[in-house]
């Protein structure tokens, strides 16, 4: 992470997938710690990133949470399907979420959101389109075990899918990321 500014704090926005997925992905990001040497990815709880990272004054949270809240509310919940492992060469490993029309839209709708309301602008890697996962190891994972990891999940099946109830506000504490509020859809 990058040196923080005194007063601000580091925060992202993600669907967190309910039990037993959730329990499923944590399993398998274990054991990518385990196998592969990959831990980066214990760093968060299973999820989906809607808006990446961004910076905001702690003063203001309250107003972040009220504002998110009121927005967030009104979206229809969409159905998550996950199917599979890929990959983004050379260190990612994740679990593929199908990019549905309506998770597109709500990504991209709360993108827009906070655009508009708090001039925050959701970094694009490469200015490539969303593109919805649930990663299991990334950037500490070495290229040569990425190869041998990929090669035992390149072919195996996962399967799942739930309704999207609630979007969570994860915090940086330090050290970890941690579920700061969550919010439920309509």
Known sequence: MAVKR?????????IIPPAPV??????????????YNSKASLNSPPHITLHMPFEWKEEKEKLLIEKLS?????????????TGFDC??????FLNVEKTPELAKLQKDLESFCKRNFQLFNAQYRDLPFHPHLTLAFRDLKKAAFEEAWKEFEKKDFSADFLTE????????????EVFAE????
């Open 6 to 14: 005194l007063g601000f704090n580091d925060y992202f926005i993600a």
């Open 22 to 35: 959730y329990d499923e992905a944590d399993k398998l990001k274990q054991y990518f710690k385990d196998q």
């Open 70 to 82: 009121g927005f967030i509310k009104e979206l229809p919940k969409p159905h998550i399907t996950i």
């Open 88 to 93: 983004f060469k050379p260190r990612v490993i």
């Open 166 to 177: 609630r979007i969570a506000l994860l915090k940086h504490n330090g050290k970890i990321w």
């Open 183 to 186: 919010f439920s859809l309509a």
